[in-house]
């Protein structure tokens, strides 16, 4: 298996367009989490999926972020409007919850709005 | 809710020698999953070691053990006969029953030659 794949790996957007992440999470796996990284909040979670249904979407910062997981293999995550402090790394990651193994990540995208 | 807290933003070891990273969580839950990961500059997450809940053994993998002090929430990583390759950021991870995966704020470690 490739391991979980992120697209696109850098994304440069000006402020007020809609940014699209994806995320394919390893095949198998039926938990798939988003995650936001910065200096000053650390690894924060977004939202994760329990086959492909949203469970906890409390760390959405607001309105402007929505996450989406139309089937098992793909996952998005969109912001609109994108502000300058949405600028940050975001990682996919996914794991088999019957078994809670590990969390396998994506390489991130680093999210850069100006 | 669940909460993990690493209480030192930077920690610094000679290299061969031993470090000590500490963790604590907050949870009501008394089934659940700690691990540590480790993120080098290349920002891979690297999966470190792990621990279950029930298991009052301490898990080991080569030169990283924990300390996991269940009655105390505390889950610290030792690592052993330091590496320049050790150096990263470390974070400390807890996984609920549900399946819900949080981390801690992260430990960058220098290791120093």
């Known amino acids: 298996d490739a391991g979980v794949i992120q697209s696109p790996r850098h994304e440069v957007t000006e402020m007020g367009q809609e940014v699209t992440l994806r995320c394919k999470p390893i095949s198998g796996h039926n938990s798939l989490f988003w995650y936001r990284q910065t200096m000053m909040r650390g690894l924060e979670l977004l939202i994760y999926f329990n086959n492909n249904v949203p469970i906890d979407d409390s760390g959405m910062p607001e309105d402007r972020f929505s996450a989406k997981m139309p089937n098992a293999s793909f996952s998005t995550l969109k912001i609109q409007p994108s502000e300058p402090r949405d600028s940050a790394v975001y990682f996919c990651?996914?794991?088999?919850?019957?078994?809670?193994?590990?969390?396998?990540f994506g390489q991130g995208t680093r999210l850069t709005v100006v | 809710a669940q909460t993990v807290t690493q209480s030192q933003p930077e920690m610094s070891v000679q290299e061969a020698e031993t470090v000590t990273l500490s963790c604590t969580y907050d949870?009501?839950?008394?089934?659940?999953?700690l691990f540590w990961y480790k993120q080098p500059p290349s920002r891979q997450m690297i999966l470190v070691i792990r621990?279950?809940?029930?298991?009052?053994q301490n898990a080991t993998e080569n030169r990283f053990s924990v300390n996991f002090q269940k009655a105390a929430k505390s889950f610290s990583l030792k690592i052993s006969d330091s590496q320049l390759g050790d150096a990263a950021m470390y974070f400390c991870?807890?996984?609920?029953?549900?399946?819900?995966?949080?981390f801690g704020q992260g430990t960058t470690l220098q290791v120093k030659p």
């Open positions: 991870a807890y996984c609920s029953n549900t399946g819900k995966l949080i």
């Open positions: 990651a996914s794991s088999f919850q019957e078994t809670n193994t590990e969390a396998f």
């Open positions: 949870t009501s839950e008394s089934d659940y999953y």
């Open positions: 621990q279950e809940a029930y298991k009052q």
